[in-house]
């Protein structure tokens, strides 16, 4: 267990994309103009519109008619920093089937995995929410199936930025909440 960080459950209303700020351009590899344009499009988004996932997952689950939207975000991240996508739709369908596949298993034999295995987020302060560091999938399946408090890791830090510790003291944790995890 790591005691810098916690799990808990949060909001899918509080739940939203990251932006990543012109100047940490240097963490992207292939970093260009073109990308950086599309990555605003779904930047710093309610998790309710990152449409492209949703439409993946509803998809699979026969409530969509095709995942173009997911097919397109796919290549865009990729064509728009001059890369090769490494997978033909297909192959991508295929994995990402398989993903959801073994997501919907879990849901229904063993929920528990995903508090083992939660996105990680990190709090916005500024404007009172998270975005998502790792996990966009996870989110997106779980909010498309219903759940509605999303199991998430964070830093103790965020945790007592969240729970406004500094002018309230110590909450008491929540029985959803694992200390140290």
């Known amino acids: 267990m790591n005691a810098a960080y916690i799990h808990t459950r949060v909001p899918v209303e509080l739940l939203f994309t990251e932006f990543i700020p012109e100047e940490r351009r240097s963490v992207i590899d ?27 997952f509803r998809y699979f689950m026969g409530q969509e008619q095709s995942p173009a939207l997911y097919l397109e975000w796919y290549r865009m991240i990729h064509t728009t920093r001059q890369l090769q996508p490494p997978l033909t739709d297909a192959a991508l369908l295929q994995e990402r089937r398989a993903v959801y596949d073994h997501m919907l298993a879990m849901l229904k034999d ?18 009172g929410y998270f975005n998502i560091a ?8 779980l909010y498309c ?5 999303i199991p998430v890791r964070m830093t103790r830090e965020d945790y007592a930025d ?5 002018e309230l003291g110590p909450s008491p944790r929540c029985s959803n909440d694992i200390i140290g995890a």
Do not use: C
């Open 110 to 127: 063993s929920p528990a995995r995903f508090e083992q295995f939660p996105a990680l987020v990190r709090y916005n302060r500024d404007r």
């Open 162 to 166: 969240w729970m406004n510790e500094r």
């Open 134 to 141: 790792d996990g966009h999938h996870r989110i997106v399946f």
């Open 30 to 56: 292939h970093f260009t103009e073109a990308w950086y344009d599309y990555h605003k499009r779904y930047a710093s988004r309610s998790i309710a519109r990152l449409t492209p996932h949703i439409q993946l």
């Open 145 to 149: 199936h219903g759940i509605r408090h």
